[in-house]
Nanobody
Framework: QEQLVESGGGLVQAGGSLRLSCAAS????????MGWFRQAPGKEREFVAA????????EYGPSVKGRFTITSDATKKTVDLQMNGLEPEDTAIYYC???????????????????WGQGTQVTVSS
């Protein structure tokens, strides 16, 4: 069974930075678009960012554009999310996601995600 293993997250003050990392298998990394979603208490799961691992094109949700950067490392089979200028509104559980065979458009929909990570908490204090 394919898995995504997340690391990073934690507690940071407003204006600070955090970096999340997601490790995938060779099989998943070679044929997927991968990205990150987040879910705050009482809210729906929200698309944050994604990268097409074939073209390396990226896409961002409107609330994080200009502050967050998604990158991929083909050697390590990882996808990272660098989060700068964090705000209390960024507080949520962040989930790594893969859409096997998908692209930047399809992975932006939670129901198209084929593999989810376990989630990691990000808390931004004011």
């Amino acid at each position: 069974q394919e898995q995504l293993v997340e690391s990073g997250g934690g507690l940071v003050q407003a204006g600070g930075s955090l970096r999340l990392s997601c490790a995938a298998s060779e099989r998943t990394f070679s044929n997927s678009a991968m990205g990150w979603f987040r879910q705050a208490p009482g809210k729906e799961r929200e698309f944050v960012a994604a990268v097409d691992l074939s073209t390396l094109r990226t896409e961002y949700g409107p609330s994080v554009k200009g502050r967050f950067t998604i990158t991929s490392d083909a050697t390590k089979k990882t996808v990272d999310l660098q989060m700068n200028g964090l705000e209390p509104e960024d507080t949520a559980i962040y989930y790594c996601a893969a859409d096997q065979g998908g692209d930047l458009y399809t992975i932006s929909f939670p129901n198209r995600v084929t593999i989810w990570g376990q989630g990691t908490q990000v808390t931004v204090s004011s």
